[in-house]
């Protein structure tokens, strides 16, 4: 299957600082990225679909200004937690599919803790 | 509008005994369906899918699930569980074109020796 590389696999920051995550397709083109947060034995929310491009789609009660997502290019997306708090803890996964498929596949996932 | 309901959010099995894990579905238009798994601070990997065609969809490390119209269900199946397959299964629904896809709220299996 295809692969989808996402960093840093875990990440330490203070408050109030700001962290960025990458999603890197490959060994495909993709399209589309979907950022996801899993909170401790919840599921997956989406947070928001990107396409290459165009402005990230946010889902209703995520807020785009503290969650920038950029997909600049067709391999790389990247996810920026801004003025980070505690709350914001948690497993951060992205995923990513090209124009064909009718799956995405997902990167290892980041585990963000702020302190 | 879809939403995905995972019966039981934990599940134990002997090693060698068939693996059920229980997902029903609703959506509005024909559902493709997921199954993934997630290993510890892992992200998801995919196990199988059902998009069209044929009911009975196979997948990897021998899991199976059948898609049920009638009782819009999706089932994952194993006949014999092996110590590796201990790990959170979720269930997923999209459309066509893998767009809004919801995720099931995960069953967690224990393989017990």
């Known amino acids: 299957g295809a692969v989808v590389s996402q960093h840093p696999s875990r990440v330490i920051c203070k408050s109030g600082t700001s962290v960025k995550i990458e999603c890197r397709s490959l060994?495909?083109?993709?399209?589309?990225m979907f950022w996801y947060r899993q909170f401790p034995k919840q599921s997956l929310m989406l947070m928001a679909t990107?396409?290459?491009?165009?402005?990230?789609?946010?889902e209703q009660g995520v807020e785009k200004d503290k969650f920038l997502i950029n997909h600049a290019s067709l391999t790389l997306s990247t996810l920026t937690v801004t003025s980070a708090h505690p709350e914001d803890s948690s497993f951060y996964i992205c995923?990513?599919?090209?124009?064909?498929?009718?799956?995405?596949?997902f990167g290892q996932g980041t585990r963000l803790t702020v302190v | 509008a879809q939403s995905v309901t995972q019966l039981g959010s934990h599940v134990s099995v002997s090693e060698g005994a068939l693996v059920l894990l229980r997902c029903n579905y609703s959506?509005?238009?024909?559902?493709?369906l997921f199954w993934y798994v997630q290993y510890p601070n892992q992200g998801l990997q995919l196990l199988l899918k059902?998009?069209?065609?044929?009911?009975l969809v196979k997948g990897i490390n021998g899991f199976e699930a059948e898609f049920k119209k009638s009782e819009t269900s999706f089932h994952l199946t194993k006949p014999s569980a092996h110590m590796s397959d201990a790990a959170e299964y979720f269930c997923?629904?999209?459309?066509?074109?893998?767009?809004?896809?919801?995720f099931g709220i995960g069953t967690k299996l224990q393989v017990i020796p």
């Open positions: 995923s990513a599919k090209d124009r064909r498929n009718t799956e995405a596949f």
């Open positions: 060994d495909f083109q993709a399209t589309t």
């Open positions: 990107s396409n290459e491009g165009s402005k990230a789609t946010y």
């Open positions: 959506s509005s238009v024909p559902p493709y």
């Open positions: 059902y998009t069209t065609g044929a009911t």
């Open positions: 997923a629904v999209g459309t066509g074109g893998y767009q809004k896809v919801t």
